[in-house]
């Protein structure tokens, strides 16, 4: 569910910071099957990268959409872009790069895994997931009656 | 408007399957004009792919923005999302590859082709859209008056 | 905050036509702090790129995400969406590129740039951020006394 994409400039990250860096992300999202978490990097050359009009060999831009869940509340929003600040901020301050990030929400029913229609939040076929980390057919429900 | 951004791993896609399968996703919008559908393929190696924190190198990731249309109801996305998976599993199948897809809808109102901001739905300028498969100037209207 | 994300064709722009396309997309959002926007761009090879299921080699697709503001009414989105268009449509012209643009607009309170939760539209603290160019601290607030 949460897709995370961070561009960044060529070398900005070796493979072992860009594996490090994918697991912390993931371990934020605690409540959650862990391969609901994707993250995906992408260098972009100082040539096609511009922050205020001006070329960026400096700058790693990060772009999240969340599905699985919303939050909550302003607490909530608060405490989750500081864990990901202190995650990142060392992976960034080691080579100096500016950042910036933003989070989209986008529709839980509009969202597939495998092409099964992922179970909804604190259900028992979301507890499964978590536990075998991948995805499966949902329990059969029983009709239901008016 | 439906923009299809598809993350795979190199070499995931023949140059002919990637074509077949852009054809087979315009074919779901039948009530739009065929050039609405834009799909863009991008390889993503091991080293940039994470699920769950591991190396990716048998994912692919699918992210969909909505423009032209909004689902009007649950029925609809189930048979839409059915329709992708149709689709895509042949594909997919072949090479073991797993898979997720999230589609966001984002506003009708900000978005042109060729500068043009595109007719409302079901319009008859829609219709001329869709006959012409390329994007044309409205048809002036008449001045409404109070 | 705006994010804008280009794809295009493999050489349809020089670096100094990349540089001054962004220099006139930040020129756009006079009310906000230069370094807010972002452009990112990148080559998408025919055989990765469709358009209603035919190979594009000449198509320019911009994606745009918001999120500083919010666009107020109809009048402010037609007039941004017409700027847009004169600033680009000269460069698309020269090589006769069709294009395509949409905006999303994304969630103020889920956004950070280099870890701070950047001003509210209007305040002082997003005065002194435009004037600076570069992000600072919140001014402490006087605590709110019920």
Redesign the interface.
């Known amino acids: ?1 949460p ?1 995370w994409k961070i ?1 960044h400039p060529p070398g900005a990250f070796s ?1 072992e910071q ?2 490090a860096i ?2 912390k ?3 934020i999202y605690r409540a959650l ?10 260098e ?1 050359p100082e ?7 001006e ?1 960026a060999d400096d ?1 790693v ?1 990060i ?1 999240v ?1 969340h ?1 699985a869940r919303q ?1 909550g509340s ?1 607490e909530i ?2 405490r989750f ?2 864990a ?2 202190r995650i ?2 060392p992976y960034l301050a080691e080579r100096n790069l ?10 839980f ?7 099964i ?1 992922p179970p909804k939040p604190d259900t028992e076929d979301e507890k499964r997931w978590i536990v075998e ?1 991948k995805p499966s057919l949902p329990t059969p429900q029983p009709e239901s009656r008016p």
Chains 1, 2, 3 share one sequence.
Do not use: C
Not at 99 to 106: A, G, L, P
Not at 109 to 115: A, K, S
């Open positions: 569910m897709l561009y493979i860009k594996k994918a697991e992300i993931t371990g099957p862990r391969f609901y978490v994707g993250v995906i990097y992408q972009v040539s096609s990268f511009y922050v205020g009009g070329p700058f831009r772009w959409d599905i939050f302003e929003k608060a872009l500081a990901v600040g990142l901020e500016r950042w910036e990030m933003h989070i989209d929400e986008t529709p029913d509009l969202w597939t895994i495998q092409g229609r980390n």
